[in-house]
């Protein structure tokens, strides 16, 4: 699996409920929030992950035209506490696919790793079993992300790694 098709999927059930959605956010942006992280969950259910979407400014909701453009969290294993390669790599990584980037620890507590990337318009926070993009996914993101998923969040390791 990959990002670029997992974020394909996804904005093809947004822009197939398009709809539906606009409908429900004249009613309460509560229901169009439901229904759209409805929508998420069961594109991730398809790729075996937990896809949510963010909306950190209360107004993007009423945005429906940038949904699943931004503000996106990817699960694959929520337990899983170091990364299946050193932090540097996943670091450098970041530079090569994002260009002027801040790439940083973060999270590490309790024998838990964590990135954070710097952006200058958002960040990425990675941690061994998940992603989530606080900006707008371009194609170098999703590329990254293309890079991320087969060579950290998918790849398997030992059970005494993940937990």
């Known amino acids: 699996m990959s990002f670029t098709n997992l974020h394909s999927d996804l904005l ?7 709809k539906e959605i606009r409908e429900s956010l004249k009613k309460s942006p509560n229901i169009a929030y439901k229904l759209t ?5 069961f594109t991730g259910s398809r790729h075996n992950v937990i896809l949510n979407l963010h909306f ?9 035209e940038n949904y699943g453009t931004e503000n996106l969290g990817l699960v694959v294993d929520k337990f899983r506490k170091r990364f299946p ?8 990584k970041a530079i090569e696919f ?4 801040t790439p940083q ?14 952006m200058d318009k958002g960040r990425i926070e990675i941690l061994p079993g998940s992603v989530h993009l606080w900006c707008t996914i371009d ?16 790849v398997k390791v030992k059970d005494s790694d993940s937990r």
């Open 98 to 101: 994002l260009g002027n980037v």
């Open 105 to 118: 620890d973060a999270y590490m507590y309790e024998g838990k790793e964590g990135l954070k990337i710097l």
């Open 139 to 154: 194609e170098n993101l999703k590329k990254f992300c293309d890079w991320l998923m087969s060579e950290v969040l998918l």
């Open 12 to 18: 093809f059930n947004i822009k197939y409920h398009d």
């Open 37 to 41: 992280n409805q929508l998420a969950e």
């Open 56 to 64: 950190p400014d209360r107004k993007k909701i009423y945005d429906v």
């Open 85 to 92: 390669i050193p932090r540097e790599i996943i670091k450098q």
